[in-house]
């Protein structure tokens, strides 16, 4: 904001200059609660609180699947911004790299500040698919998980944070547990899914089942955004059988649009168990509104 120029008469006070190492020097931040599994009925969500009163800082990882990679979402005060989105620097664990993350501004319950990461994260910046190895990727978040012991939150914070995890190896291994659990609920065989030749396999390109002529008209005339994390129960012949929001930071606004567009145009080569046989299975994504 401008302001115009004015005379002003004071008088000057000259303070000590503070080192740069001082300004930059992060809020390291205690945990004020433990770790917290919430087995919700279409998610797993790991939740802990760092830090009191205006310090304090609320961590959701909330997972849809089997996966190693989450949802995050940081909530508190020092996440109040006056600008509705942004990129935030965040590191897991002290060894691994910096992730530049795009977030929304919110609020969790309507009235505390929150971050919500548009894209799913994991501990390590995402791999691209045609570098995938699933054995050598698995080895690796095992390690990963194993050594994380902090979280940092850099820019745009003016001052960074540190949130002491501690070791998070049973942590995660919690997690997993609950999304297992999770799939079991839906009539989905696990035993077949981890030795599974294919999962269900999109026939087209996915991005186009849904498209800015499908953003609901209210909700574009006031710019409002939309996260939608869903699921399709695929059949043993690839035929989308059923939708599901699991979770959506606008329910009201979105929901109804994205399935009905999903079960119109969704279509799939049905996965398929160790033996090469069709089976019944799931798929799972996210579709993001935005201006």
């Not at 089997?66 to 509705?84: D, E, Y």
């Not at 505390?112 to 799913?120: D, G, L």
């Not at 070791?167 to 035993?191: D, R, Y």
């Amino acid at each position: 904001m401008k302001t115009g120029a004015k005379a002003i008469l004071g008088i000057l006070v000259l303070l000590p200059s503070v080192p740069a190492a001082a300004k930059d020097r992060p809020l390291v931040l205690e945990p004020s609660s433990k770790w917290n599994v919430h087995y919700a009925d279409d998610f797993c969500r790991l939740a802990r609180t760092f830090g009191t009163g205006d310090e304090a800082i609320t961590i959701f990882l909330d997972r849809f699947s089997p996966s190693s990679t989450f949802r995050l979402n940081l909530i508190g005060q020092p996440m109040k911004r006056w600008v509705s989105d942004g990129k935030a620097q965040i590191r897991f664990g002290r060894e691994l790299p910096d992730q530049s993350l795009y977030f929304y501004v919110g609020s969790f319950e309507n009235k505390v500040p929150t971050w919500t990461f548009a894209a799913v994260v994991g501990l390590r910046p995402w791999v691209r698919e045609e570098e995938y190895d699933e054995v050598a990727q698995r080895t690796q978040r095992a390690r990963d998980e194993a050594n994380v012991s902090e979280i940092a939150i850099g820019s745009p914070l003016r001052t960074p944070v540190i949130l002491q995890t501690g070791p998070m190896k049973n942590a995660f291994a919690a997690l997993h547990a609950c999304t297992e659990q999770l799939v079991s609920t839906w009539g989905v065989n696990i035993e077949s899914h981890r030795t599974a030749q294919r999962l269900p396999a999109p026939v087209g390109t996915p991005e186009k089942w849904i498209t800015s002529f499908d953003y609901p008209p209210d909700m574009l005339r006031k710019r409002q955004p939309g996260l939608v994390e869903f699921r399709l129960m695929i059949d043993a012949e690839g035929k989308a059988t059923a939708c599901h929001i699991q979770q959506s930071t606008n329910p009201e606004g979105f929901n109804d649009i994205v399935c009905e567009a999903l079960m119109r145009r969704a279509k799939f080569e049905p996965a398929l168990d160790k033996d090469g046989r069709p089976m019944a299975s799931y798929y799972r994504s996210r579709v993001r509104f935005h201006m």
